[in-house]
C-alpha cells in the first residue's frame, strides 16, 4: 500500500482548509440571530454548509488521485460524483438566495418552478453518472475524462451564478446603493477559481476557496448596507 502525499495534495489541503474555516467565521455571526423567521437568512446558511461539503468532497477527491490503495478508484469516483452533486447545488442555493435576499421573485412562482425541476434533473443526471459515464467517466488509472453532458451542465451552473450577481446589480440600481464594493469584485474570486481549477492542470482546486471568499464577500456587504440603511 503506497498513500504518499504531494505538493498539490498538501496544497489542495490548506487550500480547502482555509475555505472550511472561512465559512465557520461567517457562520459564527449567525450564532445568536433567530434566523428562522428570514427564509434569506436559512438560505445563506446552507449555502455555507454545502460549500463545507463541497470543500470536504473535493479534498477526497485530489487526496486519493493516483494512490496505489485498495479502493482508491470507488473512492475517486464516490468523491468526485459527491463533488459535482454539491457543486449544483451550491448553484442553485445561491440563485434561490439571491432572488429571495435581492430580487423577490423566486418564492412561489413558475421561475422558481423551472430553475429547481433543471437543477434536480441534472442533479439525477450526476449521481447516476457512475453508471452511464454521460458526464464524466474516470479510466483505471484515475484519469478524468469529460463526458457529453459535462459542458451543458456546468454552462447551467454559471447561468445560476450569474443570474444571482445580475439580482444583486439590480436590486442596488433600483435602490440606488453601490454597496461598500462593486458586485464584479464579489464575482472575481468564484471566477478566478474556477478558471485556475479547469485550465491549469495538476493545479489544486481553487474552486471551494473562491467560493468561501465570495460568500464572506457578500456577507460582508449585505451587513454593511443594512447597517447604513437603520443607521
Known amino acids: 500500500m503506497i498513500f504518499q502525499l504531494t505538493g498539490r495534495d498538501y496544497a489542495t489541503i490548506i487550500l480547502n482548509g482555509g475555505a472550511i474555516i472561512l465559512i ?13 423567521d428570514r427564509l434569506d437568512d436559512v438560505l445563506f446558511i446552507r449555502l455555507m454548509i454545502l460549500n463545507i461539503l463541497l470543500a470536504l468532497a473535493n479534498t477526497v477527491s485530489y487526496v486519493i488521485d493516483y494512490k496505489e490503495i485498495n479502493g482508491a478508484w470507488l473512492i475517486k469516483m464516490i468523491s468526485t460524483t459527491l463533488f459535482y452533486l454539491v ?3 451550491t448553484g442553485l442555493c445561491w440563485r434561490h438566495y439571491t432572488s429571495v435576499r435581492f430580487a ?18 441534472l442533479s439525477l443526471i ?13 479510466d483505471p488509472d484515475m484519469d478524468l475524462h469529460r463526458g457529453l453532458l459535462y459542458v451543458p451542465v456546468y454552462i447551467i451552473i454559471v447561468i445560476y ?24 469584485f464579489y464575482m472575481l474570486p468564484v471566477i478566478c477559481g474556477g478558471l485556475l481549477t479547469l485550465f491549469v492542470p495538476g493545479s489544486p482546486s481553487f474552486a471551494p476557496i473562491g467560493i468561501a471568499i465570495s460568500i464572506a464577500f457578500t456577507h460582508a456587504g449585505t451587513v454593511t448596507e443594512v447597517t447604513d440603511i437603520l443607521s
Open 87 to 89: 457543486l449544483m447545488l
Open 161 to 184: 451564478v450569474f443570474a444571482g450577481f445580475f439580482d444583486i446589480v439590480r436590486y442596488r440600481t433600483n435602490r440606488g446603493t453601490k454597496g461598500p464594493v462593486p458586485v464584479w
Open 126 to 138: 450526476i449521481l447516476i453518472n457512475p453508471f452511464t459515464g454521460w458526464f464524466f467517466s474516470l
Open 24 to 36: 465557520f467565521g461567517v457562520l459564527r455571526t449567525f450564532l445568536f440571530t433567530n434566523v428562522k
Open 104 to 121: 423577490y421573485d423566486l418564492r412561489k412562482n413558475w421561475r422558481r418552478n423551472l430553475i429547481i425541476t433543471v437543477a434536480a434533473l
